[in-house]
């Protein structure tokens, strides 16, 4: 590593824990305001009461099931694609893990390739749309998210 790739990294390192912790709380918040939403179809995120996992998320992630999440929404693939454009915090982007919101499709975008049952069997079916929660304000984000909504299931 390069010397100023080091000092960037050590930079970060000092500020991970409290970014992650807001990642983290950012993330629970909108996933809950989602699986409460009538236009979502579902939400796969661990930490959540009703998924599956929560039960593991606990003993295993303590501080929180991370800012990375699935919904699905009722609208289906074309409404997906329209979510995606109408945010404007959110980043279209498929990399991950940003300090920013980030959002996709994989469904139009990295999995676009595959059959209808090998993007199902992916977690990337047609109605699925993934994010990576930032650590902007939650209220900005929940607003956003909300006008998109409308803007996709007209």
Not at 15 to 32: D, F, G, P, Q, Y
Not at 40 to 45: E, G, L, N, R
Not at 100 to 105: E, Q
């Amino acid at each position: 590593m390069n010397p100023q790739g080091a000092h960037y990294t050590l930079m970060g390192i000092e500020t991970l824990s409290l970014r992650m912790e807001r990642h983290v709380k950012n993330a629970e918040i909108i996933a809950n305001w989602l699986e409460s939403d009538p236009r979502i179809a579902s939400v796969t995120y661990a930490g959540l009461a009703a998924s599956p996992y929560y039960e593991r998320q606990q003993a295993v992630y303590p501080k929180g099931a991370g800012a990375l999440f699935t919904f699905a929404l009722k609208g289906g693939y074309e409404a997906c694609v329209k979510l995606v454009s109408a945010v404007d915090l959110f980043s279209h982007v498929t990399n991950l893990g940003d300090t920013r919101s980030l959002i996709s499709h994989p469904a139009s975008t990295t999995h676009r390739q595959l059959t209808l049952e090998q993007q199902v069997s992916a977690g990337a079916a047609p109605d699925v749309v993934r994010v990576s929660i930032g650590i902007e304000d939650v209220k900005d984000l929940i607003a956003d998210m909300d006008q998109a909504l409308d803007a996709a299931l007209v």
